[in-house]
């Protein structure tokens, strides 16, 4: 029986306070009617005793203390669920945009879902091509992953994401991506150069979108994510899809959760955050996976930008501990043009190890991405000591590095928008920019590897 | 089983509250709503009891059952606990796969230790014997390697009046004692401990055996002992997690305890897979024959994240009990203090540091010190050890954090993890100028005994140069490296030896993963060697630009890929020294 409540005791920011209830349930929806009779939709916080705290997702705007209703519905958060919700428009509720965009729903699902168990997980080593050169040769990224973007405010991580989602595929396999997209207070422009995008290569007819745009209410950008994700299970794990789900902006996500903490009156931690901010992202980033027995997968490409670039900042702090590695975009790279600016020294992907060598990319791939990594870390110090003393100062072998750090960012980084690079062309670029240093240079590198491919390829 | 029942009367997050609650203890566990979740009383006031819920509360209300047991949480100890995984509240992750599939529901109840399954139990004591507390009465094979002793239990003796050889299931009766009021006292395979109350030992020993672990940065620079602790901070991305994994496969312990304490699932996986497919340097048998998993990564409820490093300890004590040496890894400690954080910003206490609890170092400090060599509770001599091994995670890498100044206090040795080196990917990412270790004066006089006389000297030679190295380079930063010394290139020149070719290891080459202590020590001999030899010829006039380009050092190089069976090998590379020495002495 569904219950309703007339009158309210206190609405803060975006909480209201109901007193008299019974029966009321923690994490329970709540349908909050308007004296003009629009409805918004609430999530029940706390209940104690007779009183029940309900955050409104839709914002207080309008609700008045006396003649709101709220009406209890006896679950929680639920979505319906369908194959066809493919091409589909949603809000950040999952709300069907406009008509065309309804369906019948196969399953409704709770938008929290449940923790998958570590023993039914598949341990992701399946290694995706996105013909980027930066990510395939050095921070692979395979199916089932969570590898977040930090970017920071005017760097080009959205064209970045979008090249991804265009370009991935699975080796020797054609098959494509579905593309979940969760837009959490980004902008209309943003939101629609990703529209654009998919439409213009067709990846539209395979992608869900979630939008929560910059106008459209904070505190729904809560529910944002998780239904994303829901849809995005529902397609991985019922209908054998390879699902990537791209969420952005985590950061706009982290303040409403922050908005809510300030209204509840709670401790905050670190720059007014929650104490429980990992706790609460840690639900939606691990969610991406692999499961035994299941061909479908979530990989997870969250996109946040960090405050001020400041990587030790909660959000990206607490992001890089829960996902699998970190994409970190460099302003002095953009600022030279060198583009997607991946910073390549801090950047990781923690799982690539098990996706790349014999059988997967090529034996070579994980003693060349050593070398070309310790190669392009020394050149990027004689760098820094030439611009202090001179370039007459260092030895000839560092002029060497420094030769070799400055042409791998331009031919091995740089790479254009529309530019799709096979695995096998990113390996022979990477041989072919060492070939600079002598071979006794190439420490990291196996006898057998140098004998096949050193100035060979 | 359940006395009485309160009634739900609040509900925020892991945070219950119930009154009518009269009756129940502080720590008790509690039986939540009729989904039955599990849940502690972590504060009571009058008839009033605040309850942490080990599972998601959603959709639980004002008005409901609290059902009251009257016992505090604890764990099931016996045979069947190696080579399984559990959650945070010791359950089984594997029967609730098998009962409920790929995500994990609510309300699951298992028994931890499975009923069913059959164990060889052979007697050791006989009838008539007089057994004590913590005596062996059998063991059970359970599996290659370990040998499960079954205990008198704490606080029990008597005399053995019947004691039994066979096939038995845990709960079965495998001896009967009558102790001092003539009252038979039965005994079965399975002991239950609550996981907050330290187990009983006889008395604490001094730390003097070296633990091993096969990674020479940790072994020759900052060792650990057995019974010892240690903790180990970094920012994300600095190889935690991979140095845990690399200590529970190699460590010279006998059994491992995995605390996966708030973390990723996929690690747990990893874990899960990699282990049974590694194998034992010493005993040949899989790595996973000697290993407890407990496993409850960030996204399951998190008052159990705050349960699972007492669960996992409490597992590590009992098979301490039996006499083993035990190491237990807990990464990471700072998801437990997060959850302490959480549940007590739930409960509206003052709040300490950054937020967290002002309990919050007096909880680290005695969950470190259930770490320890102890002489066990029995009444023959055994000895056990427990290392324990944190993880911690400052935001930010900052080592100002609560949860690290905290458990610094406490711990001995100190792994510093760096985000410098692991950006150059020199890993170990452990800083050698930062980290410490307290336990050399312990363990040198077993290392001088069992390893080299001049194994400390060489310690100390090598780390000097590390420490030289760092003054030199920010002159060369100054004024370019023109500027130095030839005596000074050489140190510059050691020390990169030092760095490349003995500190940094390769976790996921073959061979490099693990070094025997005794190849370690060949290898800094090598290299000590070499800077002995390369003074010498240096005074004899021999250019720092010939030492630097020749050809031995790539012999030194690549000595760390050197198969134990060859590692007499290593030796000989002081012979190429001297030859190419003395080359450079006839070119001039």
């Not at chain 1, 569904?2 to 803060?12: D, S, T």
């Not at chain 2, 003539?182 to 907050?196: A, F, G, S, T």
């Not at chain 2, 993880?391 to 100002?400: H, I, N, R, Y």
């Not at chain 2, 025997?516 to 240096?538: H, P, W």
């Amino acid at each position: 029986m569904i219950k309703e409540y007339k009158g309210l005791v206190n609405i803060m920011g975006p909480l209201i306070l109901v007193e008299g209830v019974s029966g009321v349930k923690y994490e329970e929806l709540v349908e909050i009617e308007l004296p003009d009779k629009s409805k918004k939709n609430g999530k029940v916080l706390e209940v104690n005793g007779n009183k029940a705290l309900v955050q409104v997702f839709e914002g207080t705007t309008g609700i008045d203390i006396e003649r709101t209703k709220t009406r209890f519905l006896g679950h929680g958060i639920h979505i319906g669920v369908s194959k066809d919700m493919l091409g589909k428009v949603y809000n950040g509720f999952g709300k069907p945009k406009s008509e065309k965009d309804k369906i019948i729903p196969e399953e409704n699902l709770d938008i929290n879902g449940a923790p998958i168990n570590p023993y039914a997980r598949n341990y992701p080593n399946e290694f995706i091509q996105t013909g980027i050169s930066t990510i395939d040769g050095l921070n692979t990224l395979v199916r089932g992953q969570k590898l977040p973007i930090f970017s920071g405010s005017g760097l080009p991580h959205n064209k970045m994401a979008a090249q991804i989602a265009r370009q991935s595929t699975v080796l020797g396999k054609d098959e494509q991506f579905a593309v979940v997209f969760g837009a959490m207070g980004i902008t209309f422009e943003e939101a629609q150069f990703f529209i654009d995008d998919f439409k213009k290569t067709g990846a539209i007819t395979r992608s869900v979108l979630f939008l929560n745009l910059a106008d459209d209410p904070a505190i729904e950008r809560i529910a944002t994510p998780r239904v994303a994700l829901t849809s995005a299970e529902f397609l991985a794990f019922k209908h054998d899809m390879h699902v990537l789900v791209i969420l952005t902006d985590m950061t706009n996500y982290c303040e409403a959760l922050r908005e809510i903490s300030a209204a509840r009156k709670e401790v905050p931690g670190r720059r007014g955050y929650p104490g429980y901010l990992y706790t609460d992202l840690s639900t939606i980033y691990e969610r991406a996976g692999r499961i035994k027995g299941k061909k479908g997968s979530i990989t997870l490409i969250p996109i946040l930008t960090m405050p001020e670039d400041d990587k030790t900042h909660p959000i990206p702090d607490l992001t890089g501990y829960i996902t699998e590695g970190q994409i970190i975009l460099s302003r002095s790279l953009n600022r030279k043009k060198i583009l997607p600016p991946v910073d390549i020294l801090p950047s990781l992907s923690r799982l690539k190890d098990k996706g790349i060598g014999k059988g997967k990319t090529r034996e070579d791939h994980a003693d060349l991405f050593n070398q070309l990594y310790a190669s392009y870390a020394r050149g990027k110090e004689a760098e820094e000591l030439a611009v202090i003393l001179g370039e007459s100062a260092l030895t000839d072998m560092d002029k060497v590095y420094l030769k070799f750090a400055q042409d791998f960012e331009l031919e091995y980084i740089s790479q254009g928008d529309y530019e799709n690079r096979t695995i096998e062309q990113t390996l022979n670029l990477g041989w072919r920019l060492l070939s600079i240093f002598p071979k006794e240079e190439l420490k990291r590198i196996r006898d057998e590897n140098i004998e096949k491919y050193y100035k060979k390829v | 089983m359940e006395k009485k029942t309160g009634r739900i009367i609040k509900v925020a997050g892991p945070l219950v509250v119930a009154n009518n609650m009269l009756g129940s203890k502080m720590y008790d566990v509690v039986f939540v709503s009729d989904m039955k979740l599990m849940g502690e009383i972590i504060e009571l006031n009058e008839d009033t009891a605040y309850i942490q819920v080990y599972e998601e509360t959603s959709g639980i209300g004002v008005g409901e059952p609290v059902y009251q047991t009257g016992y505090p949480l604890s764990v099931e100890l016996g045979p069947g606990l190696i080579e399984s995984i559990y959650d945070g509240t010791q359950r089984p992750l594997d029967k609730i796969y098998s009962q409920v599939g790929d995500f994990i529901t609510r309300g699951i109840q298992t028994n931890a230790l499975d009923r069913n399954k059959t164990w060889k139990f052979i007697p050791i004591v006989k009838k008539g014997d007089k057994v004590s507390e913590g005596d062996k009465l059998g063991y059970v094979q359970e599996t290659s390697l370990i040998k499960h002793y079954i205990m008198v239990p704490p606080y029990l003796s008597g005399e053995v009046i019947d004691i039994k050889s066979g096939d038995f299931k845990v709960d079965d009766v495998v001896a009967v004692l009558k102790d001092k009021d003539n009252k038979n006292l039965e005994i079965n395979m399975m002991q239950k401990w609550p996981v907050r109350k330290p187990r009983p030992y006889l008395e604490k020993l001094p730390p003097i055996l070296p633990m091993f672990t096969g990674q020479r940065v940790i072994d020759m620079f900052f060792p650990i002992s057995k019974g010892g602790t240690a903790c180990v901070p970094g920012p994300f991305g600095s190889g935690k997690t991979v140095i845990q994994h690399q200590l529970s496969k190699w460590a010279d312990a006998e059994v491992i305890v995995y605390i996966g304490c708030g973390e990723r699932g996929n690690e747990m996986t990893d874990v899960l897979i990699e282990f049974p497919e590694l194998v034992d340097p010493k005993s040949g048998e899989p790595l996973m024959k000697r290993t407890v998993l407990v496993a409850n990564t960030s996204n399951m409820p998190v008052a159990a994240r705050e349960a699972s490093v007492y669960t996992g300890i409490t597992i590590a004590e009992y098979f301490r009990d039996m006499g083993y040496s035990v190491a237990l890894m807990a990464d990471s400690t700072s998801r437990w203090a997060e959850a302490m954080r959480e549940i007590s910003g739930r409960l509206e206490e003052m709040p300490g540091e950054e937020g967290y609890p002002a309990y919050l170092a007096a909880k680290i400090a005695s969950f470190y010190e259930r770490a320890g060599r102890v002489k066990c509770l029995a009444s023959e001599e055994r000895e056990g050890a427990l290392t324990v091994i944190g993880a911690v995670s400052p935001p930010g890498g900052d080592l100002s954090d609560p949860v690290v100044q905290a458990t610094l206090r406490v711990v001995k040795v100190f792994w510093s993890l760096e985000a410098q080196l692991a950006y150059r990917r020199h890993f170990p990412a452990i800083s050698w100028l930062n980290s410490y270790s307290l336990y050399i004066d312990n363990i040198k006089e077993y290392i001088i005994k069992n390893v080299s006389e001049n194994y400390f000297e060489l310690q100390n030679k090598s780390m000097r140069i590390l420490e030289e190295e760092a003054e030199l380079e920010e002159i060369v930063r100054l004024v370019g490296i023109d500027a130095l010394s030839g005596n000074d290139r050489l140190i510059l020149l050691v020390a990169k030896m030092i760095r490349e070719d003995f500190l940094h290891q390769n976790a996921f080459h073959e061979i490099d993963t693990y070094s025997r202590i005794d190849k370690q020590y060949k290898m800094i001999n090598v290299i000590q060697y070499f800077y002995t030899k390369g003074k010498e010829y240096l005074q004899k006039g021999i250019n720092i630009v010939d030492i630097e380009n020749m050809r031995v050092r790539d012999r030194v190089a690549r000595m760390k890929y050197t198969p134990i069976e060859n590692i007499e090998n290593i030796e000989s590379i002081k012979k190429e020294i001297d030859d190419e020495f003395d080359e450079l002495l006839k070119k001039l």
